[in-house]
């Protein structure tokens, strides 16, 4: 089954100790990406990946950290978490010649800080 | 400042009806706009897309219009199912489809 996994899909943490959630898709993408959803603002592009070794700033990618040395793997890792970090994150891939940009997405991962 | 607005937090629908999402959007350089459903403890799934070139885009009892003089664009459902009820997620991207910027979701109730 085609499918973008996502590890933890719940995680209660405390401020400063470091942290990492994986993805992984098995659809062979070359593209991957993070997101974090907040009430009321929608999903915002944390960082992106176009393939191995290539990632990329979006619109919120301070206090976090990414690596792509697999296809198939884009780990999202935040190296002292802050309360303000408290959201749903979601990873998504898409095939690089993908019409109309579709992704696909992972089933979430609610993180706390405290 | 948002780039992508979704006006209307909220929509209830009967069902059979049509449901009609907006979306307003203030880039002029976004070449492809996307709609998204999300459901409860999911992630979102893609619905239809349209690129910049057109002003209509179909599929099935789905129908996205774009005006982009106006910078909006609308999703309409029809006929309107309680399956539908859901969150929807406007979404804009470059034409390289590496940024995407999304709206803050409208939920849709479908009623019986």
């Known amino acids: 089954e085609a499918q973008v996994t996502q590890n933890p899909r719940y995680l209660i943490t405390v401020t400063g100790k470091k942290l990492t959630v994986t993805c992984s898709q098995n659809?062979?993408?070359?593209?991957m990406s993070w997101y974090r959803q907040d009430p009321g603002l929608g999903l915002r592009q944390i960082y992106y990946?176009?393939?191995?070794?290539?990632?990329d700033k979006g619109d919120v990618p301070e206090g976090y950290k990414v690596s792509r040395k697999e296809k198939r793997n884009f780990p999202l890792i935040l190296e002292s978490p802050s309360p303000n970090q408290t959201s749903l994150y979601f990873c998504?891939?898409?095939?690089?010649?993908?019409?109309?940009?579709?992704?696909?997405f992972g089933p979430g991962t609610r993180l706390t800080v405290t | 400042d948002q780039q992508v607005k979704q006006n209307s937090p909220s929509l209830s629908v009967q069902e059979g009806r049509i449901s009609i999402l907006n979306c307003d959007y203030t880039?002029?350089?976004?070449?492809?706009f996307l709609w998204y459903k999300k459901y409860p403890a999911e992630g979102p799934t893609f619905l239809i897309s349209?690129?910049?070139?057109?002003d209509k885009n179909e599929d099935g009892r789905f129908t996205v219009f774009l005006n982009k003089s106006a910078k909006h664009l609308s999703l309409h459902i029809v006929p309107s199912q309680p399956g539908d009820s859901a969150v929807y997620f406007c979404?804009?991207?470059?034409?390289?489809?590496?940024?995407?910027?999304f709206g803050p979701g409208t939920r849709l109730s479908v009623l019986p």
């Open positions: 349209i690129s910049s070139i057109k």
């Open positions: 990946s176009m393939n191995v070794e290539v990632t």
């Open positions: 998504a891939s898409r095939h690089r010649g993908g019409v109309g940009g579709e992704q696909y």
């Open positions: 880039n002029s350089m976004f070449d492809y």
């Open positions: 979404a804009a991207s470059d034409n390289y489809g590496q940024n995407f910027v």
């Open positions: 659809m062979n993408h070359e593209y």
